[in-house]
């Protein structure tokens, strides 16, 4: 036997040997380094995941139950939400490059369609997010677009996770028991949450305690806990001036503004009334029912019944009506006027009152993000109605105050304006207007282009945005000229030009009769 028999046989004479075949080295389409970078993203998911089950079931319960479910511990979760996204925008981008370049040639195309569904649901995702942030200088401002973003960020995730289950089906197992014993812990701990918030919702327009009158009467206003407000609550015009700047311009020259002892008339008339008091009373209680209406700054705080308050120079004094004040009030008590209103101390987003500049940037940024907290806060439907100006706009002298009677009659503006013809309801009016105003903003706070934050398109057709207008013309033209302001001035007048006329009848005395 040869010894040659098992050796294998080598080319053919004169041939050259074969080239060896070269194995294309695989190459793994998450690798070590792109592992770490998804296992940090796959982290930053389930956190966010179970941030946004929380803020969804919040969302969920408000809707079913009509009820405010928000507070401080919600906006610090929204702010949570902001920064996770954020946080996660960047290794998400670098992931996907990284990832693409490897796989994108693949042979399994299944798992490479999913793939590039999960980047673009993903890319939908972290692109409406941004736009619902509303980032100062690149907001989001149309109402249509605003509402397609904020769909489209409430479906992407369902989207995202859908296909990245596909994508993983046609790759590696998934470890299910990882995903459920998270979903599960989640699900736990947001029910416990929601819970919890359930048990305390935040009520809307209801009338103080009865035990806070104490502090108020013979004013008839009251507060939602009974208990005085913090001035510096009361005083934050110029935070409002930074998203409203058209709205505070109005009200910086209004009769508003200049209601408290700013306002010469009054300055008079309440310190004789206070002189009077003290010396009958020996206090200064029964000027409470000026405050109510005049003075709201120093009167919720408590400052109003020193005797000694210095009524010209401390800053409360020359507050007036401010945004706070009017925009605090949750419920009409009735039409009796006097102030009877309840106002609440509000609940703030965090760092409202911060001077430092990047916690006032994460404010305002949470305030324009989610504003349907604030819209509930500080605009309510009962600011749309007559009886809301009737508490300051109507008033009656009591027994407190005259020691003489229950009840002499005052001012009164809002029963006025109901027999009017202007409201449509007066049976005694003798001209009607070709259209009657439901109530008093019709007239004294007309529309007025803006920009400002808050404006919106109150008439589709003419696509301008428009907010209402803060001076409330028609009011006064006595204070802003007493000011000086002759642009004010020019503003009151122009609202009352041909707004009304005088007819003369007369009778001819010894005129025949035409009677038969």
Known sequence: MSSTRNQPEGPPAGEPPPTPVRRRRYVRAVGPRLRILLTAILGLVAVLGANSAYLLSITVLEWASGLSYQN?????????????????????IIFCVGHIRAAA????????????GVFAASGILLVSGIALMRIEGFELRNPELRSGAYWAHVIAPLLVVWLYVLHRLAGPRIKWRVGLSWAGAVAAVVAGMVWLHSQDPRQWNVVGPE???????????????????????????QYCQECHADGYEGWFHSAHHFSSFNNPAY???VQETRQVA???????????????????????SGAFDDPHFDIQNDPTAIAGVTCTACHSIVNVNSTVGNADYTIEEPIHYPFAFSTNRVLAFLNRLLVKAKPEFHKKTFLKPLHQTAEFCSVCHKVNLPRDLNHYKDWLRGQNSYDSFLLSGVS??????????????????????????????????FNPTNNVLSIHDHLFPGGNTALPF??????????????????????????????????N
């Open 424 to 457: 449509g309801h007066g049976a005694r009016s003798f001209y009607y207007p070709r259209h009657a105003e439901g109530n008093c903003n019709g007239c004294h706070m007309p529309l007025q282009a803006s920009d400002d934050f808050g404006a919106r398109m």
């Open 278 to 300: 003290l010396e009958r009373d020996g206090d200064v209680k029964a000027s409470r029912w000026c405050a109510g209406c005049h003075d709201p700054v120093p009167f919720f």
């Open 482 to 515: 007493w000011r000086g302001e002759a642009n004010a001035v020019l503003a009151q007048q122009a609202i009352l030009k041909d707004c009304a006329r005088i007819d003369l009848f007369g009778l001819k005395r010894g005129a025949p009769s035409t009677a």
């Open 211 to 237: 035990e806070g009158e104490q502090y108020f009467r013979p004013s008839l206003a009251r507060t939602a806990s009974g208990n005085f407000i913090p001035a510096r609550t009361l005083m934050m015009d």
């Open 72 to 92: 401080y511990f919600y906006q610090f979760m929204f702010l949570a939400h902001l920064a996770l996204g954020l946080l996660l925008l960047v290794p998400f």
């Open 267 to 269: 300055l008079f008339s």
């Open 105 to 116: 040639r693949r042979t399994n195309r299944r798992a490479v369609r999913a793939g590039w």
